[in-house]
């Protein structure tokens, strides 16, 4: 029988009885998701995957989500797979603006590694303790986090300098910034 | 004796890296101490333009990221998205769904066979496995006009009905592949030269595959039975009678043999999609729920409240719940999954794709470190990674 994810809450709940670990409410949340406080993470996340019960073997995806303008701004999601129960559990780290930061999981699934480093680089959310976090997909010497909501969409100057050495990148206030408002023109 | 190691650039354009892949590759004379795999050189920003996109609009995108299988990646949004708004394809649709992402299963294995091949010294190969891809796009190309781009799947159900005759054109294909493929495995899997090149090579332990979180012919090249098709159905994949190939020792060679036998199944399932789609007969090819999904043509030119509908979802997109989804299919590649974020506006508030190839490719270093600089080119091979769904 596939394990239910009622099970896994209750289970994690046995477990970290001082932890507040609150189930997503909403109608269209179509995935059993739990809220986990950041500082407790690394330990939830090694009981999911050591438990013979749960055994979350398997890190499917590490996503994070700006939530502008709400407070705490980010979500880091975890979708989680266990491969013996054949069952599949989101959990989720509220982090708020002023410090975006939380533990890493690399120690508990090395597959985290490329995940966070993207998480980071989309969102400039840092992973403590993570052994190499720089940017991925985006050049290194890339300014802002472009998948911030206040991050604009295109139009901007390209930043590549390596063809053009005496070039200054530009370095774009991101608190001015505002998505360009694009006008299509009918033919 | 005083030696030191180099440091070698192996990409980012060199062929054998399928695309624009580069490999830091730490070397002691002809062996790997360190391997670091840099990517980004193809990043289009596909998750940020999503989000100013409707759902619709999103799908022609995701033909650009596994552009080997383009269907399976249509299907993977649509699902998500039917997940999201808690519908679900008619029966008809659902069977030509699998029929299609079968045949697309097929292609992709051939293009990884007959590059992998390539790769490691066979150039036969490669011109039978391409012959038959080319049936497999001309086949894309009568259902929706496109040879590679394909975009055909919509949330609800299908751009358009099948073409005439699609069946027979299929079921053709269908009967001719298992010869076709024994003739790729009699070039191949008793070749000397073959087995030197992979037996052995790019090993991978099921503990590790599983912790860098590989998915597909990776994963059960290693020996884990996890196919989604079979643990977590969707599109009705559990009506359907196959197999799951896997391997034993989790080796180039093995990961050969899982995607071969692969390719024989997936003729299996498309043959049962075949007789399925004709045991339904004609039907809708959309679901009819005009909440979320254009009326028939028909229709609309006849009566007014299908009009509006056809206008407002022209126009705006239809407007998702305010939640989230994530839904996963078992791709060429490995899972490939889509998680949505709505706020309830016609637009996704936040697009993630889990793609298989970004995640199989974090398994590199684990493969070749400690062997021979030449065996790094079976290990990217014997992946099966694209670019552009890496870098998105």
């Known amino acids: 029988m596939p394990l239910a994810p009622e099970r896994v809450e209750q289970r994690l709940k046995e477990r970290f009885p001082n932890v507040a670990i609150r189930r997503q409410e909403g109608a269209a949340v179509r995935d059993a998701s739990l809220f986990v406080p950041a500082d407790h993470l690394p330990d939830v996340c090694r009981f999911l995957r050591d438990d013979p019960e749960l055994d979350f073997a398997l890190l499917s995806c590490v996503t994070g989500v700006d939530l502008l303008p709400k407070d705490p701004r980010f979500e880091i999601v975890y979708h989680l797979v266990s491969l013996t129960h054949n069952a599949r559990i989101v959990l989720k780290v509220q982090v708020p603006e002023e410090r975006p930061e939380l533990p890493s999981v690399v120690d508990v699934w090395p597959t985290a590694n490329w995940h966070e480093r993207e998480a980071y680089d989309f969102y400039g959310i840092r992973f403590a303790g993570h052994p190499d976090l720089t940017r991925i997909l985006l050049p290194d010497d890339w300014v802002g986090w472009p998948l911030r909501k206040d991050s604009p969409l295109g139009y901007q100057e390209v930043s590549f300098t390596h063809n053009t050495p005496n070039r200054i990148p530009p370095a774009p206030d991101l608190k001015q910034l505002k998505p360009k408002r694009v006008k299509y023109k009918a033919h | 004796m005083r030696t030191e190691t180099m440091t070698l650039n192996m990409g980012p354009q060199h062929p054998s890296t399928h695309g624009v892949l580069r490999v830091a590759l730490e070397l002691d004379g002809e062996t790997v101490i360190k391997a670091k795999p840099i990517i980004g050189y193809l990043h289009t920003g596909m998750e940020k333009q999503a989000e100013y996109k409707t759902y619709t609009q999103s799908i022609p995108q995701t033909d650009r990221m596994d552009y080997l299988a383009p269907l399976s990646n249509n299907l993977a949004l649509c699902l998500a998205a039917e997940k999201l708004l808690?519908?679900?394809?008619?029966?008809?649709?659902?069977?030509?769904?699998?029929?299609?992402?079968?045949?697309?299963?097929?292609?992709?294995?051939?293009?990884?066979?007959?590059?992998h091949a390539l790769d490691i010294g066979a150039m036969t190969v490669f011109f039978y496995c391409f012959r038959e891809r080319e049936k497999v796009l001309s086949i894309y190309d009568m259902v929706c006009g496109a040879r590679m781009t394909a975009s055909y799947f919509r949330v609800g159900g299908l751009a358009m009905d099948i073409p005439e005759g699609l069946l027979d054109k299929c079921q053709k294909f269908v009967d001719e592949m298992p010869a076709h493929v024994d003739e790729y495995e009699a070039l191949l899997s008793q070749n000397p030269i073959w087995l030197a090149r992979t037996k052995g090579v790019a090993p991978l332990s099921a503990k590790d595959a599983l912790a860098l979180g590989a998915t597909g012919p990776t994963l059960r090249g290693s020996g884990v039975q996890w196919d989604l098709r079979k643990t977590q159905p969707y599109s009705g994949y559990d009506r359907y009678d196959f197999d799951v190939p896997v391997g034993a020792t989790g080796d180039a060679y093995d990961r050969y043999l899982v995607r071969v036998q692969e390719m024989r199944q997936s003729t299996r399932i498309a043959h049962q999609a075949i007789q399925r789609v004709r045991e339904l007969g004609p039907g809708d090819y959309r679901l009819r729920n005009y909440k979320y999904v254009i009326p028939p043509k028909e229709e609309?030119?006849?009566?007014?409240?299908?009009l509006i509908h056809h206008f407002k979802i022209v126009a705006h997109g239809f407007f998702p719940p305010v939640g989230e989804a994530y839904l996963a299919i078992e791709a060429p590649k490995g899972e490939l999954g889509f998680y949505l974020v709505s706020d309830g506006t016609p637009r996704p508030w936040r697009m993630k794709v889990r793609s298989p190839s970004f995640v199989n490719l974090q398994c590199l270093p684990k493969m070749v470190e400690g062997h021979l600089v030449a065996d790094v080119i079976t290990a990217i091979g014997s992946l099966d990674i694209v670019l552009g769904e890496i870098d998105r």
């Open chain 2, 86 to 115: 808690d519908i679900e394809a008619p029966p008809r649709v659902e069977a030509i769904r699998v029929l299609l992402t079968e045949l697309t299963r097929i292609s992709a294995h051939c293009v990884w066979l007959g590059t």
């Open chain 2, 300 to 306: 609309v030119k006849t009566s007014m409240e299908a």
